[in-house]
């Protein structure tokens, strides 16, 4: 009897042994397979979301690129429609020639010979405030150029002093030293004028400004330490190619021994190329309630109508009560709140 029990109770185990083996087994099996499962799901959402990076890092770049192709499109065209405004200006005075060559050669004796149409001249007008507290720096930037003769003529003529933030102007550098001669102030712009150069990063953007600095030396003897930004100090261009630049570099420029201005009237010739001198003169007229006032004007071959305003807008401050000055290191200063 108990040996049939015996052989019995072993029989059940051995079976609960199998199942239990069997079930192991089983059990085995699906969690390998799960695990499995679970890290290609892992896997493949990782590959999903740097493959979303890729595409999102290379929109970023095909976008930058695009800006910059932009950019260097409005520079070119800048610099054609400059050109073409100098060549447009050297016809018009041909054909003045020739005009008042015909006029002397087929006037007849007893005939008044005809003059060619005068050009309008902008008037001061009739109300004019008493600004005599107030000092007002002219400055010019982006000069020299093929205008700066007439600039200093016109400046010589009102017996004015200005200041010109000059630039590499190639074949027009030989007038920096006229500048110099009239006695303005001669100021650093910048020799490239290339804003995604010059503002990559503040290596590169003294490494420019020791370059015109060089320049203006040896063009003139002049060591200048006065400076204007390309686009001021409040410029957000720059952001595109170096975020931050503008507080960096504005922070840095008195330690590095340099005074930077901007200005607080802008004459509005930075707009384009052809912005009627009235408005020009309009805009000059619109003064900061701050004693100094350092306006904002080009001396680029395109800024026709500037020079076409300048003896309006001298007249104006003239007639106003207005003392004129020169930048230095001493001017109280003028800034722009940076934005960059
Ligand atoms: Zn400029």
Not at 71 to 78: F, P, R, T
Not at 139 to 149: A, E, H, I, K, L
Not at 266 to 282: E, R, V
């Amino acid at each position: 009897m108990t040996k049939k029990r015996i052989r019995i109770e072993r029989i059940i185990l051995l079976v609960l042994a199998a199942v239990i083996l069997c079930l192991s087994i089983a059990l085995a099996v699906t969690g390998s397979k799960y695990k499995a499962l679970k890290q290609n799901s892992a896997s493949a959402s990782e590959a999903l979301v740097s493959a979303q990076q890729a595409q999102e890092s290379l929109a970023g770049q095909k976008q930058q690129e695009a800006s910059s192709y932009q950019d260097a499109l409005n520079e070119q065209s800048a610099a054609y429609e400059s050109e073409k405004n100098e060549l447009n200006d050297k016809i018009s005075e041909l054909n003045k020639q020739i005009a008042l060559k015909k006029a002397t050669t087929t006037t007849k004796p007893g005939e008044t010979p005809a003059t060619p149409n005068p050009q309008p001249q902008p008037t001061v007008p009739s109300k004019v405030p008493d600004l005599s507290a107030k000092t007002i720096y002219l400055t010019f930037d982006d000069g020299p150029s093929s205008r700066t003769p007439e600039v200093l003529r016109i400046l010589k003529q009102y017996g004015v002093k200005a200041t010109f933030f000059v630039i590499n102007g190639g074949k027009y550098n030989k007038y920096m030293k006229d500048i110099v001669a009239d006695g303005h102030t001669i100021a650093l712009h910048s020799y490239s004028h290339d804003y995604k150069k010059i503002y990559s990063s503040e290596t590169a953007y003294f490494q420019d400004l020791q370059q015109i600095s060089d320049l203006v030396y040896n063009e003139t003897g002049v060591r200048s330490n006065v400076v204007r930004f390309p686009g001021g100090s409040s410029n957000t261009v720059s952001r595109k190619y170096n975020k931050g630049i503008m507080s960096r570099l504005t922070a840095q420029m008195a330690d590095k021994g340099y005074a930077y201005f901007d200005w607080n009237v802008s004459s509005g010739d930075a707009n384009g190329n052809s912005i009627p001198a009235a408005t020009l003169i309009n805009n000059c007229r619109k003064l900061p309630s701050k004693q100094t006032v350092v306006v904002l004007m080009h001396d680029a071959g395109a800024k026709k109508t500037t020079v076409a305003a300048l003896p309006a807008i001298i007249e104006y401050y003239k007639a106003a009560g207005c003392k004129f000055g020169t930048l230095s290191a001493s001017t109280p200063t003028v800034h722009q709140r940076v934005l960059n």
